[in-house]
């Protein structure tokens, strides 16, 4: 590419003054690839950002690797020997954590007002696991200090949100009734269960920031969950946690030939398998859309470039007549359509960028806006009484602030992807262009 083809190209990126439509079309082709580029890094950044925050949430909440008992049919047959195995577990040196406990389904019953929830039991009435313990949000009052454990059997913590749809305070009595687990006929060998009623004090309540888990989670201690379901002696599985959550994978193949096949291991993607799966094709989807965005940019790079070779045709064949290659021709259009990319790609992701890392300012200025001109208007028309309104209300998606995470990969792939798709558009109107005659060109002009 020689310095009067990259002259030319810069030139043809603005028009005649009495032509000024195709110049337009020009700002009109950057603003759309600007426009492509800007959504796509903001959208993408939040989304990760909601992705991130829930598997965090995930993580920090459950254990990254859960063992279970297998007795050749199902994987919840419940772990008798659950203190020798979690000695087991903890002499790997990956694991930080291995914590036994009990959980089941229940039907929470209190004023007359039920609804399904999950018993969790874990630790005893002497401890609580520091896994726990973060968690709990308010607690029952002792002599000293709140109490951050169980001090009894029959104690629960549940959640705050839980406690806030139920209202049911501390010290509230409620009770669950569960299918707890008879003795094995001796005659047909099986196993039946039966319901039963269980009555539990509201000790405190725990905030973990995972809604499902604040709605619909009870936490006891591991004796009276074994107790409540009939199974004394029984863990039905053990929690762990590991060092580096990037070498979960590992650490779960290791303990599995470590303990044998008399045990499965599950990761924390493999159990909540539906929902990572789910975060990701609606990640994917929204991709695929906004690249369109970025498509359609292409097509008005192409049309663009066409007008401006049929304004050009008498620059085209002056040029050809003084001895200007076809090849050079196509290099000037296809180098506008290039600047055409460049130029809107710049400035989308600096704009993305930007954006993404001060999205939560954005979004507060936004609103104030809205609430000014709103109150203004409802006081200037005498329409009562305006109440705030909020972009993203923090009772429905259950976060503080809205997460965005960069993902610098992905930002060069978009640039890249949004010049090349540009450079590709202009190579039409480049090879017409150098397809015109300049006898042809020039003959009427």
Known sequence: MSLYELFIGFR???????????????????????????ILILVISVMNGFQAQIKDKILDIDSHITVNGYDGINFNSG????????????????????????????????????SGVMIRGIGSEEHMPADIQKFIDEAQQGMDSPQRKFTDKNQVYIGKELSALKQIFIGDTIEIIVAKQNQVD??????????????????????????????????????????????????WGIGVKIRDIYQVNRVAIELQNQLGYDFQTFTVE????????????????MTVILFLTIISAGFTIMGTLVMVV????KAIGILKSLG?????????????GFLIGVIGTVTGMCAGIVAALNLESI???????????????????????????????????????????????????????????????????????????????????
Do not use: C
């Open 270 to 285: 493999d159990r909540n398998e539906n929902l990572f799966h789910a975060l990701n094709i609606e990640k994917l989807v």
């Open 186 to 235: 001796s005659f047909t060998g099986l196993s039946s269960s039966a319901p039963r009623i269980e009555k539990l004090k509201v000790v405190g309540y725990f905030k973990t920031g995972y809604y499902d888990f604040d709605t619909k989670m009870l936490i006891t201690s591991l004796p009276t969950a074994q107790e409540i379901y009939g199974f004394e002696n029984k863990a």
């Open 79 to 114: 772990i008798e020997n659950y203190r020798s195995v979690t000695a087991k577990i903890l002499e790997n040196p990956d694991v930080v954590s291995a914590v036994p406990y009990f959980q089941e389904e229940g039907i929470l019953n209190f004023n007359r007002k039920i």
């Open 363 to 445: 979004i507060v200025s936004i609103e104030g806006f809205i609430n000014y001109v709103g109150d203004a208007i409802y006081t200037a028309f005498n329409l009562g009484m305006w109440v705030n309104r909020h972009i993203i209300p923090t009772q429905v998606y259950y976060i503080d602030a809205i997460p965005t995470e960069i993902n610098p990969d992905f930002i060069v792939f978009i640039a890249v992807f949004a010049v090349f798709l540009a450079t590709v558009a202009s190579i039409f109107p480049a090879w017409h262009a150098s397809r015109l005659k300049p006898v042809e060109t020039i003959r009427y002009e």
């Open 324 to 336: 200007a290659r076809p090849s050079s021709i196509m290099t000037i259009f296809i180098l506008e």
């Open 12 to 38: 043809y990126l603005k028009s005649k003054k009495h032509q000024a439509f195709i110049s337009f079309n020009t700002v009109l082709s950057i603003g759309i690839v600007f426009l492509g580029v800007f």
């Open 310 to 313: 049929m304004e050009k045709r």
